[in-house]
């Protein structure tokens, strides 16, 4: 038995299964691909990125990593200083992609759902999360630690499972993008994902070393924003269609990676990269470029 059920601006397909279980599945905003494509030829590839995020394209440059939220189950980190318009940029991704700005550690009932009545949660009718101002996440009366094993599980693998049993599981691949300021207490933010690890498990009250391990870009600096860095903007539709786009070409050379021997994790980690850098440099990266970005070096 199926039917449809609409949610925040989304469809869900519903059916149940011989157990009784719901299994709902999201059917995407709508993503005009053709017209992404157009954009793509007529202005460049450089060009096209920068006005999915409404900037002129010598902007990019400085903020380029930001556009790694297009492509479906990359996840991006920037821990810079203020005004960089991170909270900006992380409400217009989430209108545009549709998905919830959060500045507060989730409760598993809220990020995945709650087994007890069924109801499914954020992580289910998003198709990106933006975790905003980490930075300050220490002066909340809950942690991460209690949805980190949720979480990582849906990074990593698109699945969002909650309780043994008969609990609520369903499988959905999102984005997620974690915002801050650079804490006060600290004058630069070290360039190791170790050292990084360490400063984000206090600001989280959490283990913050599987999380990063999930993050595929680190981004530690960014200059303060100016309105003359905003040029033209794609139509949301548009820039879901060039989201399509990206994210065909990032599975596309993590299928690559994968069968010369990289691991899955690292695969994507590379092909996230490798993609983001061929669409700003439009010409080709090697994998060495990748993994200094990654590295933060």
């Known amino acids: 038995m199926k ?23 999201i059917m995407d905003l709508h993503a005009d691909v053709e017209a992404a494509k157009q954009i793509v030829q007529e202005h460049g590839k450089k060009a096209a990125l920068a006005m999915a995020l409404g900037l002129k394209p010598e902007a990019l440059d400085h903020y380029w990593h930001r556009a790694g939220v297009l492509i479906t189950k990359a996840h991006i980190m920037e ?25 507060e550690p989730p ?12 109801s499914f949660g954020i992580a289910f009718t998003s198709n990106t999360i933006v975790f905003d101002e980490v930075d300050k996440w220490h002066k909340k009366d809950t942690s991460l ?23 609520l599981s369903y499988s959905k691949c ?46 530690l600096e960014a200059p303060r924003f ?14 879901r269609g060039l989201s399509k786009i990206l994210t065909e070409e990032a599975m596309s050379r993590w299928d690559e990676l994968r069968r ?13 990269i490798m993609t983001m850098l061929s669409w700003v440099k439009e010409q080709d990266v090697s994998i060495d470029d990748a993994l200094a970005i990654y590295k933060l070096l």
Request: contains cysteine; charged residues 20%; hydrophobic residues 45%.
């Open 107 to 118: 409760t598993p009932a809220f990020l995945a759902g709650d087994a007890r009545d069924g």
């Open 3 to 25: 039917y449809a059920l609409k949610v925040a601006r989304s469809w869900h397909v519903v059916s149940v299964n011989g157990r009784g279980y719901a299994v709902k599945e």
């Open 145 to 167: 630690s209690q949805t980190l094993d949720i979480l990582l599980s849906g990074m990593e693998n698109c699945n969002w499972v909650r309780g043994a049993g008969r609990g």
């Open 174 to 219: 999102i984005s997620t993008v974690w915002l801050g300021n650079t804490p006060a207490t600290i004058a630069e933010m070290p360039r190791d994902r170790d050292k990084i690890a360490e400063i984000m498990a206090k600001l989280l009250k959490a283990n913050a070393k599987p999380l990063l391990d999930r993050i595929s870009i680190i981004a």
């Open 79 to 103: 821990i810079s200083q203020p005004a960089t318009g991170k909270t900006t940029f992380g409400w217009y991704v989430s209108r545009v992609l549709g998905g919830m700005v959060i500045n």
């Open 260 to 272: 010369e021997g990289w691991d899955a994790r690292g695969a994507w980690h590379l092909a996230v």
């Open 226 to 239: 100016k309105t003359e860095f905003l040029g033209d903007m794609l139509r949301p539709a548009v820039t």
